[in-house]
């Protein structure tokens, strides 16, 4: 065995038993390359340093797992990878959440502005109906975008991305939908204009 051998062996078996000083030294040559991975998938590098991080303490945590140098990155490029996912799962949870209290608070908020026109649930639910079925006399593509507009609040350029078509196209189908809705609605116009 070559005296390079031997000091990786030396290391490695240091490290497995716990020693501060091989875990900085394999801390300094890596943190960086993993930070940089990270950011391959969350592009802000504080959050980057953070997942980096943890996948430090995962690898200390577990060193003794460990039965290769190579195996040192091996652990490090996967915990933080798998770190990675579960950020982007839990940002894309709580964008869910907060996309679902939005929309309830307004439901709500739309029920009690009606309610203070005195509706009883039977011209409520008339109402909705009145105004679903003017959604459906909308032209597919022009219903489409103005539901994503309107209903589940999305920006102009989101819709062109989403239905592959012109943010000019998304705008004309916003403006041909509120026509024909001005025009369908025209009898209860004054009640529908504040939920458009």
């Avoid at 999305?154 to 001005?182: M, Y």
């Amino acid at each position: 065995m070559s005296s390079i051998e031997s000091n990786i062996s030396i290391n490695l078996l240091l490290f497995r038993s716990g020693d501060e000083q091989v875990f900085k030294l394999i801390f300094e040559n890596n943190y960086e390359r993993i930070v940089g991975f990270c950011m391959q998938f969350i592009p802000d590098r504080e959050e980057a340093k953070n997942i980096a991080q943890q996948a430090f303490v995962k690898l200390w945590t577990n060193r003794e797992e460990v039965n290769t140098l190579n195996g040192i990155r091996a652990f490090l490029y996967t915990a933080a990878k798998t770190e990675c996912l579960n950020f982007l799962r839990h940002e894309k949870y709580i964008q869910n959440y907060q996309k679902n209290t939005l929309e309830n608070r307004e439901k709500i908020l739309n029920q009690e502005i009606l309610e203070s026109f005195k509706f009883d649930k039977l011209e409520y639910q008339e109402l909705e109906e009145m105004i679903q079925n003017a959604l459906e006399k909308l032209p597919e593509k022009c219903r489409q975008v103005f539901v994503k507009s309107r209903f589940e609040y999305k920006k102009n350029r989101e819709i062109a991305e989403e239905l592959g078509i012109a943010q000019k196209s998304v705008e004309s189908n916003i403006t041909r939908a509120l026509k024909i809705l001005r025009k369908e609605l025209k009898d209860i116009l004054p009640l529908v204009l504040w939920m458009f």
